[in-house]
């Protein structure tokens, strides 16, 4: 499976205050070592981020 990448001006992106309070951006290891602790200080949403962890599994194979 390939990967799409794309570079991204972050002046650009607009976000809806209604549904965004806050953002940051995090490494991979920052990602999975939150996913891999009870999804400490991320949404309690878990099967995106299950989805995110197989993703990255499957791109290091």
Known sequence: MGRITKDIDISQ???QKEEVSDIK???K???LDRINNNYQGITEKTGPWNFLK???EMLEK
């Open 25 to 27: 951006w995090f490494t």
């Open 13 to 15: 992106i607009k976000l």
């Open 54 to 56: 197989k993703y990255y």
């Open 29 to 31: 290891k920052e990602i």
